[in-house]
């Protein structure tokens, strides 16, 4: 459906993002991962064609989107924040965007405004965050877009709004097979609703697994020695989730026998084998670098 590329792009003469390619399957909620000013963002506003690739293209249907802008309906980008919408009220929107998008469902929209109990007539600044956010989701589906692109939509919501947006776009992806590409550094949430994720890290996509293999390619183990062995298991790179004294945390790759042989080797009084969870191996990748 979706397929970036070798995108590329330099911003003020520095380098954001190079060779990033992936696809994006029908019905598909992807997940990408990455530290603050890793260029999430910008791949999003790239693929909308907010802003123009250096290299590398976007097709949709293997259409390029950059030759075909009809096809950019399809496509809808919801950032962190819209400052078009502040002005308007719901109604207000309604009226600017059906011309504008011709497979609008304004009764779709209309139910959703009234399930979550959002104003039609308040307009969108004087609304709160979480409901900026479903305000925000409820137009972008009721544009029946194929493709939606959403850049953090639950940061700064409480947990009965971020469960309804989760919900939403659930249902979504559900009921009419829309794909989605989602930010978020709310792991808890990626690890919930996707089926794939990737880290954008020095530049480029590295890591695009199905989430279940995250869960399949590592493991974490609790250890407790005799002695200190920080400075051993830093030095021999294994990421260290957590260190109290003699007891440690670890995350390792499942299939690297070496690494368990050699840890096994220091000879530890415990050794307890628990599943991993996708934030430990997103602090282990990036955070816990600090730490090794």
């Known amino acids: 459906m979706l397929e970036v590329r070798n995108l590329s792009k ?17 019905g598909e909620i992807f997940g990408l991962l990455g530290r603050n000013g890793s260029g999430k963002t910008t791949l ?11 290299h590398g293209e976007i097709m949709f249907n293997d259409l390029p989107i950059a030759a075909h802008p009809e096809v950019k309906r399809k496509v809808v980008y919801v950032p962190i924040r819209n400052g078009f919408y502040d002005r308007y009220t719901y109604k207000q929107l309604i009226r600017i965007l059906k011309p504008m998008y011709p497979d609008f469902d304004v009764t779709y929209a209309n139910e959703l405004m009234n399930r979550y109990s959002l104003s039609e007539t308040k307009k969108y600044r004087d609304l709160s965050t979480g409901l900026k956010k479903q305000f925000a989701l409820i137009i972008a589906f009721a544009m029946r877009p ?3 692109l959403l ?3 639950t940061d700064g919501i409480d947990a009965v709004t971020r469960h309804d947006v989760l919900e939403l776009m659930i249902d979504e992806v559900a009921n009419r097979n829309t794909s989605i590409v989602v930010t978020s550094h709310r792991l808890e949430d990626i ?9 954008l890290e020095d530049n480029t996509l590295s890591n695009l697994v199905d989430m279940e293999d995250v869960k399949e390619d590592y493991l974490k183990v609790q250890l407790a020695f005799e002695n200190d062995r920080h400075l051993q298991i830093r030095e021999r790179g ?27 080797s220091l000879e530890p009084r415990i050794w307890n084998e628990l599943p991993v969870s996708l934030e430990e191996v997103f602090i282990a990748k990036f955070g816990g670098k600090r730490r090794w």
């Not at 999003?44 to 250096?54: A, G, N, S, T, V």
């Not at 690890?191 to 880290?199: K, L, M, T, V």
């Open 10 to 26: 330099k911003m003020n003469g520095e380098l954001i993002l190079q060779n990033v390619s992936f696809t994006l399957g029908e």
């Open 44 to 54: 999003l506003r790239l693929i909308e064609q907010i802003l123009l690739p250096d």
């Open 146 to 148: 194929e493709v939606i």
């Open 151 to 153: 850049d953090e939509p």
């Open 191 to 199: 690890e919930r609703i996707c089926s794939r994720i990737a880290f």
């Open 238 to 264: 294994l990421p260290i989730l957590d260190h109290t004294g003699v007891f440690y945390t670890v995350l390792l790759e499942k299939k690297n026998e070496e690494q368990r042989d050699w840890l096994k």
